[in-house]
């Protein structure tokens, strides 16, 4: 499985951002997908995810009500739109995919949950 990130860029804060991350390879629709972030000189953290059949996601506290992941299986991509971004949110973005499912819970954010990562793109936000 191979995973293509994409819709990184530099943004004033307060605007918005959509990326994009592209699966191949395998059938990609029964993964679950998730996003990760991490900042320079910090580690990688969970940001969201979502079930193979996008009924079921789970987001970190800090971008709740902000950010919203979700998928296009027929695509076999997923998406994740970022609304009202701060100076804090300027990161790497990773997209995951894992051959799991999603609880709803605080069980989504555990790394190991997820098998295949992307490259990263990078997000920054200018105050």
């Known amino acids: 499985v191979q995973l293509q990130a994409s819709g990184g860029g530099l943004v004033q804060a307060g605007g918005s951002l959509r990326l994009s991350c592209a699966v191949s390879?395998?059938?990609?629709?029964?993964?679950?997908m998730a996003w990760f972030r991490q900042a320079p000189g910090k580690e990688r953290e969970f940001v969201a995810a979502i079930s193979w059949s996008g009924n079921r996601d789970y987001y970190a506290d800090p971008v709740k009500g902000r950010f919203t992941i979700s998928r296009d299986n027929a695509k076999n991509t997923v998406y994740l739109q970022m609304n009202s971004l701060k100076p804090e949110d300027t990161a790497v973005y990773y997209c995951?995919?894992?051959?799991?499912?999603?609880?709803?819970?605080?069980?989504?954010?555990?790394?190991?949950?997820?098998?295949?990562w992307g490259q990263g793109t990078l997000v920054t936000v200018s105050s």
């Open positions: 390879g395998r059938t990609s629709s029964t993964y679950a």
């Open positions: 995951a995919a894992g051959n799991t499912y999603i609880t709803g819970t605080y069980r989504d954010t555990d790394r190991g949950r997820y098998d295949y």
